[in-house]
């Protein structure tokens, strides 16, 4: 899913990475009080993304640096150890331009529209391109909508994402348009909330010859772990540890595509 590099190109990059945006969803307003009897709520915009929370904390696999110390074989754990660098990456690369593009409205005033949305108009500079943004947050219920468009300075405005978040922004569901294409189809979805001991965020594609595949980043106070489950219903792979450190992986290419384990100070181990 990642090809060159371009505005619109950055719209379609949703399939094979790691961690949008944490969204606070905090209203207030002027409560009446005895001295003013007339006084009335005024309401506030929608709290802007923490770009923070874009990302899944890779700091695990740290303990890679150290292994030309240690005693013993690593292999297991330096194959996962390499994966993991590689989801990292990507994961930067593909929200890096969301994330900058949602970001950049934290620097302007929004405009409270007639319908009860809100309206920040803003210009992102994405390398040498100065891109108008229109983005749009309203209350509906207990959610935020939101709606992320790229306007040219001639011509229609084009849907990049759009999204909700619920509650305190700890559940939310986005989905990406691929602006190089006609007509703008779903190019993925990216989810995140909570788990029952901890978190996730998930890429789903929707791309051609990706559809269906399933990145996910689970962290949890027993277990965290990295799944992959491609959409055509081959075999799903995993890479996952546990607070000792020990952990385990299983791939199509490498160990006959069997589960490779290692213990708590990352030697190879037998599985159970």
Same mark, same amino acid.
């Given at each position: 899913?990642?090809? #060159?590099?371009?505005?619109?190109?950055d719209?379609?990059?949703?399939?094979?990475?790691? $961690?949008?945006?944490?969204?606070?969803?905090?209203?207030?307003? /002027?409560?009446?009080?005895?001295?003013?009897?007339?006084?009335?709520?005024?309401?506030?915009?929608?709290?802007?993304? $923490?770009?923070?929370?874009?990302?899944?904390?890779?700091?695990f !696999?740290?303990?890679?640096?150290?292994?030309?110390?240690?005693? *013993?074989q690593?292999?297991?754990?330096?194959?996962?150890?390499?994966?993991?660098?590689?989801? %990292?990456?990507?994961a930067?690369?593909?929200?890096?331009?969301?994330?900058?593009?949602? &970001?950049?409205?934290?620097?302007? @005033?929004?405009?409270?529209?007639?319908?009860?949305?809100?309206? +920040?108009?803003?210009f992102?500079?994405n *390398?040498?391109?100065?891109?108008?943004?229109?983005?749009?947050?309203?209350?509906?219920?207990?959610?935020?909508?939101?709606?992320?468009? =790229?306007?040219?300075?001639n011509?229609?405005?084009?849907?990049?994402?759009?999204? @909700?978040?619920?509650?305190? *922004?700890?559940?939310?569901?986005?989905?990406?348009?691929?602006?190089?294409?006609?007509?703008?189809?779903? #190019?993925?979805?990216?989810?995140?909330?909570?788990?029952?001991?901890?978190?996730?965020?998930?890429?789903? #594609?929707?791309?051609? &010859?990706?559809?269906?595949?399933?990145?996910? !980043?689970?962290?949890?106070?027993?277990?965290s772990?990295i799944?992959? @489950?491609?959409?055509?219903?081959?075999?799903?792979? !995993?890479?996952?540890? %546990?607070?000792?450190?020990?952990?385990s =992986?299983? $791939?199509?290419?490498?160990?006959?595509?069997?589960?490779? /384990? +290692?213990?708590? +100070?990352?030697?190879?181990?037998?599985c159970?």
């Open positions: 899913m990642i090809r #060159s590099r371009s505005l619109r190109t719209a379609g990059l949703i399939a094979t990475a790691a $961690v949008l945006i944490l969204l606070a969803i905090l209203f207030s307003g /002027c409560s009446n009080d005895e001295s003013s009897p007339t006084a009335t709520q005024v309401p506030e915009p929608p709290v802007l993304p $923490v770009a923070d929370q874009f990302s899944f904390d890779f700091s !696999f740290d303990a890679a640096d150290d292994l030309g110390k240690a005693a *013993g690593h292999d297991n754990f330096i194959n996962a150890y390499l994966r993991a660098v590689v989801l %990292d990456a990507m930067k690369l593909t929200l890096a331009a969301p994330v900058g593009a949602f &970001g950049a409205a934290v620097h302007t @005033t929004p405009v409270a529209l007639a319908d009860g949305a809100w309206l +920040w108009t803003y992102w500079q *390398g040498p391109q100065a891109v108008r943004i229109e983005l749009r947050g309203r209350q509906v219920g207990d959610q935020v909508a939101w709606e992320l468009s =790229l306007a040219p300075a011509g229609t405005a084009l849907v990049w994402f759009t999204g @909700t978040t619920s509650g305190d *922004g700890d559940e939310a569901a986005w989905i990406f348009h691929d602006l190089d294409r006609s007509g703008g189809p779903v #190019s993925g979805e990216i989810r995140w909330g909570a788990t029952a001991t901890g978190r996730y965020l998930e890429f789903t #594609s929707h791309e051609d &010859g990706n559809e269906g595949d399933a990145l996910r !980043f689970e962290t949890g106070a027993d277990e772990r799944d992959f @489950t491609p959409g055509d219903a081959s075999t799903p792979s !995993f890479i996952r540890w %546990d607070p000792t450190g020990a952990g =992986l299983m $791939v199509p290419d490498y160990n006959g595509g069997q589960e490779a /384990c +290692w213990d708590a +100070w990352f030697r190879d181990t037998i159970d």
